[in-house]
């Protein structure tokens, strides 16, 4: 797929960046990019997962075109991730982000863009929000057993043993919060 890209656009990102120096989410920047250019993938971009994968994809591969730019006249560098996007100063060794990044390599590629699918794009939410829960579960069954990552599982099993001997009915503790470490513990240690 060989998509044309307006200059103006890069033009644009790079204002709009010079302007907001602390930075913007992508969410912020692709808002502010529709408000001021809503034709095309633009003015679809909120309609459903895959276009809205479609817009973020092409914001991505012109923020990785306009690093490399930037980069190579030495104007300054992008920091490009979903959280903030923010234009820095330029430093000397900067050129080193470009080698080796394989996330700009996916950006950059359009058969990446071209091969996903609305139902590619489905499975990649689905899976992410899975691994967000599971992440909230961990949390929540290390806050059980009193611990915090990053911790291994010999740690965990140590404050098991020590919580569960502490809250055993046996010993004069509570079933409830014994059953609460029993379920923390199976979470964290599969």
């Known amino acids: 797929m060989s998509v044309a890209i307006d200059e103006q656009l890069y033009d644009w990102l790079y204002t709009c960046l010079q302007n907001n120096r602390e930075g913007m989410s992508e969410h912020e920047l ?5 408000d001021e250019n809503s034709t095309g993938i633009w003015a679809d971009a909120f309609r459903n997962n895959h276009t809205l994968f479609k817009a973020h994809f092409l914001l991505f591969h012109i923020l990785y ?3 490399h730019r930037l980069l190579g006249t ?6 490009i991730n979903p959280v903030k996007i923010r234009l820095l100063p ?24 071209e091969n996903t699918s609305a139902r590619e794009v489905d499975e990649m939410l689905a899976g992410f929000y899975i691994k967000l829960n599971n992440k ?17 599982d010999r740690t965990i099993k140590q404050q098991y043993r020590r919580l569960a001997m502490e809250h055993h009915p046996d010993r004069g503790g509570d079933n409830e919060r014994l059953q609460k470490i029993n379920s923390a513990v199976k979470i964290l240690i599969r």
């Open 30 to 34: 692709l808002k502010q990019l529709i």
């Open 65 to 67: 075109q306009l690093r």
């Open 74 to 79: 030495k104007q300054g560098r992008l920091e």
């Open 90 to 113: 330029y430093r000397e060794g900067d050129d080193a982000l470009d080698a080796l990044d394989p996330v700009m390599e996916y950006y950059l590629d359009f058969a990446n863009l």
């Open 136 to 152: 909230d579960k961990r949390l929540d069954a290390l806050q059980v057993l009193g611990l915090q990552d990053p911790v291994d």
